[in-house]
């Protein structure tokens, strides 16, 4: 009787650890609108809907006329194009996902 051939296991993905051998540069994830960051200096948002999820540390979004979202862990922001933004990481190691909106 033949052998079935077992199918390879899933890899998942560490979202914080792939966005850590870049810090400052967004990593696209492929097959989708997805792109994570690990925070080093202040970085500019990209002008693009979506929500903006922090995974690790905690992060401060500035936001015009003076407000500001601070983020952490499992928290999250609904960014538009409409309202630019920056963020910088309050701790070592803090990693953004934007999941952006599907284009109509």
């Known amino acids: 009787m033949p052998t079935r051939a077992r199918p390879d296991t899933p890899q998942?993905?560490?979202?914080?650890?792939?966005?850590?051998g870049t810090p400052g540069e967004w990593v696209r994830l492929p097959g989708g609108n997805v792109q994570?960051?690990?925070?080093?200096?202040?970085?500019?948002?990209?002008?693009?809907?979506?929500?903006?999820?922090?995974?690790?540390?905690?992060?401060?979004v500035d936001l015009p006329l003076r407000n500001f979202v601070r983020l952490r862990p499992g928290e999250g922001y609904h960014v538009t194009p409409e309202q630019p933004w920056t963020a910088f990481g309050t701790?070592?190691?803090?990693?953004?996902?934007?999941s952006a909106a599907e284009s109509a």
């Open 12 to 20: 998942a993905l560490h979202l914080p650890r792939l966005a850590q």
């Open 36 to 60: 994570v960051v690990t925070l080093s200096g202040t970085l500019t948002g990209p002008v693009t809907p979506g929500w903006l999820v922090c995974l690790t540390g905690e992060a401060v």
């Open 91 to 98: 701790r070592d190691g803090t990693t953004l996902l934007l």
